[in-house]
């Protein structure tokens, strides 16, 4: 009886409607992927070419993209570096090569951002079985041609966190020059560390003749004490 009720071509519909839903579901998955593929490439592309094309445009800082020498005037160890850096906006990244010193021939990748004359780095070995990395914080000084700052690494001699001055040079004969300098003056600057050594431990033992100071006085201030009571008592 309800076969009878039911239209000729029922069967047909009701299969071309679930067909329908079926494609409807499969093209709103593969529009909704191709959505986000293409807002994932936009962004790569607006982080990775826009930006730093509108930053080159706007750059206004020194320009440091290049070969540095670099130098580290108050270490005992002869250590000089060659740096190259590559600059895309304000973003720098690059690589730094021990030429001499106890790590010659060591090789670190580098990478940071120049802005305001800072450049803040940070610096690991390109050797991934070493633990060797840091941070250098410099500023562009004489003019554009030296970066000088500080550098703060981890010494694998001592397993121990380091700081230390560092002077990077634009010019290879202003390294050779400042070194020549550094030779001449190097007794004068000997003499000074001695003198600093020596002014140092006698602070160290005035300050410990001030910290046992209030002692010696409480002592004293009793030993007085007594010896007025002693007194009052012999009056007596």
């Not at 409607?17 to 191709?34: D, H, K, P, Q, V």
């Not at 690494?153 to 290879?172: C, L, P, Q």
């Not at 000997?190 to 002014?199: D, G, H, N, P």
Request: charged share 30%; aromatic share 8%; with cysteine.
């Amino acid at each position: 009886m309800l076969r009878t009720l039911l239209p000729v071509n029922w069967g047909v519909s009701h299969k071309k409607g679930r067909a329908t839903l079926a494609e409807n579901i499969i093209a709103g998955l593969i529009s909704g992927l191709l959505a986000t593929i293409l807002v994932f490439v936009f962004r790569s592309a607006w982080s990775a070419l826009i930006i730093p094309w509108f930053e080159e445009r706007i750059y206004k800082d020194v320009r440091i993209e290049g070969s540095w020498y670099s130098l580290y005037p108050s270490s005992s160890d002869v250590r000089q570096e060659v740096i190259t850096l590559q600059r895309r906006g304000h973003a720098i990244t690059g690589t730094i090569i021990c030429s001499s010193g106890n790590d010659s021939g060591e090789k670190y990748q580098v990478s940071g951002s120049f802005r305001n004359m800072l450049l803040p780095l940070t610096y690991e070995s390109a050797d991934l079985t070493k633990t060797d990395r840091g941070s250098i914080t410099l500023k562009a000084v004489h003019n554009g041609e030296r970066l000088a700052g500080k550098i703060a690494m981890y010494n694998t001699f001592e397993d121990s966190v380091e700081t230390a001055n560092i002077v990077w040079f634009r010019y290879k004969p202003d390294l050779d020059k400042y070194i020549l300098d550094l030779a001449k003056k190097k007794p004068e600057i000997t003499e000074l560390r001695k003198q600093s050594r020596r002014i140092d431990k006698e602070l160290k033992l005035v300050e410990g003749v001030i910290e046992k100071m209030p002692e010696e006085l409480e002592k004293q201030s009793d030993t007085e004490k007594a010896v007025q009571t002693e007194n009052s008592a012999n009056n007596k």
